[in-house]
């Protein structure tokens, strides 16, 4: 198939991670990354079960949620914290159980003075791995006692 003659969001998502890669500023970078997870439209190949799909289907979810994690740094780099605030949490719909997304939120939470929220969030990030019998790092552990969780 050619990209010419066919549109597809999985090449578009592609395209903007590769963009985001070589990007040479922040700025570049930020767009490119906000384009990738605007493309990301689910889990590729959803609903299917061909085995040969599942790891390139992990290695696109994979990039793709890297992708919130860098533009909310930028984003906090710049002072947009309530802008990196929105990216992670559309990340942590997509992924409920990665914890670092859960970590950056709660630094910015505490950051915006906002510890209520900080905490929901570390209570909606411990409610999550119980559906996994299992509990916080200890890193996540410990940033909630350096904010006063």
């Known amino acids: 198939m050619e990209a010419g003659v066919f549109d597809v969001d999985l090449w578009r998502c592609q395209t903007a991670l590769a963009e985001a890669r070589a990007s040479p500023g922040d700025e570049s970078a930020r767009s490119a990354l906000a384009r990738a997870a605007a ?9 299917s079960f061909c085995e040969w799909g599942e790891p390139i289907r992990e290695s696109l979810r994979r990039q793709v949620l890297d992708s919130p994690a860098r ?11 309530d802008q990196a605030l929105a990216v992670l949490e559309q990340a942590i719909k997509v992924d409920p159980y990665a914890e670092e997304l859960y970590r950056r939120g709660m630094r910015i939470l505490a950051q915006l003075g906002r510890g209520d ?6 209570r909606q990030l411990e409610a999550r791995l119980s559906e996994l019998d299992a509990e916080p790092e200890e890193e996540t552990v410990q940033l909630a006692k350096d904010i006063g969780l």
Do not use: I, N, V
């Open 71 to 81: 533009l909310s740094e930028l984003q906090t780099r710049e002072g947009k914290l």
């Open 39 to 47: 493309e990301y439209g689910g889990d590729l190949l959803e609903g």
């Open 117 to 122: 929220a900080a905490r929901r969030l570390l």
